[in-house]
Nanobody, 123 residues
Framework: QIHLAESGGGLVQPGGSLRLSCVGS????????MGWFRQAPGKEREFVAG????????VYGDSVKGRFTISRDFAEATVYLQMNSLKPEDTAVYYC????????????????WGQGTQVTVSS
């Protein structure tokens, strides 16, 4: 059983930065690729970024390339999402999830999701 807990969301002005954290627990957490996804009201869930179990492969969604950085700390069992140059269209609930990687795509797998953290970008 994997448990995921996100934190770090909040209200930020356009152009600002936030760092989201996803703390994982469970015996197999470190064997999973991980992903960040987001969902805005009235919109479909969107892939944001994915990182392989060993950190050696990283993929970003087109809308965040060059602005967001995903990383993972194995000792702390935490996956981070550093978000810079935030835009109003980045406003959404952000979720971390266990994933599998297929080429340059990351897909949710096994149904492990965090509770989500709200990010609001507004002046």
């Amino acid at each position: 059983q994997i448990h995921l807990a996100e934190s770090g969301g909040g209200l930020v002005q356009p152009g600002g930065s936030l760092r989201l954290s996803c703390v994982g627990s469970g015996p197999n957490f470190r064997t999973y690729a991980m992903g960040w996804f987001r969902q805005a009201p009235g919109k479909e869930r969107e892939f944001v970024a994915g990182i392989s179990f060993d950190g050696g492969n990283i993929v970003y969604g087109d809308s965040v390339k060059g602005r967001f950085t995903i990383s993972r700390d194995f000792a702390e069992a935490t996956v981070y999402l550093q978000m810079n140059s935030l835009k109003p269209e980045d406003t959404a609930v952000y979720y971390c999830a266990t994933t599998y990687a297929s080429g340059t795509h990351y897909f949710p797998v096994d149904g492990y999701w965090g509770q989500g953290t709200q990010v609001t970008v507004s002046s």
